[in-house]
């Protein structure tokens, strides 16, 4: 399995980003898959996971301005962040697992249900 991220940068608070993960050998309509972030001095956190049946799960400080989803054709995992705020400064990491499981506050909170990580793409928001 291996993803790569894109689509991260520098913006200004109340801009928007969209990332891209792309998928190879792996399928990713078949799984749960997820974004993650680590802040400068922080533990990483579960961002927005998304099951294989389409459901999704989001950390309370995105919910609302953050949209996760998975493009079957493309075989890509994709995160359209909106209103961006300073605090969302990190890097951006795209997860695989291997399960058929739904998107979920235990998924988003369970890293080791990942079981392929990309490389991680920096996001910097400025106010």
């Known amino acids: 399995v291996q993803l790569v991220e894109s689509g991260g940068g520098s913006v200004q608070a109340g801009g928007s980003l969209r990332l891209s993960c792309a998928a190879s050998?792996?399928?990713?309509?078949?799984?749960?898959m997820g974004w993650f972030r680590r802040a400068p001095g922080e533990e990483r956190e579960g961002v927005a996971v998304?099951?294989?049946?389409?459901?999704?799960e989001y950390a309370v400080s995105v919910k609302g301005r953050f949209t996760i989803s998975k493009d079957n054709v493309k075989n890509t995992l994709d995160l359209e962040m909106n209103s961006l705020k300073p605090e969302d400064t990190a890097i951006y990491y795209c997860?695989?697992?291997?399960?058929?499981?739904?998107?979920?506050?235990?998924?988003?909170?369970?890293?080791?249900?990942?079981?392929?990580w990309g490389q991680g793409i920096q996001v910097t928001v400025s106010s």
């Open positions: 997860a695989a697992s291997d399960r058929e499981y739904v998107g979920s506050k235990w998924a988003l909170e369970t890293q080791r249900l990942y079981i392929s």
């Open positions: 050998g792996y399928m990713v309509s078949w799984y749960l």
């Open positions: 998304i099951g294989s049946d389409g459901s999704t």
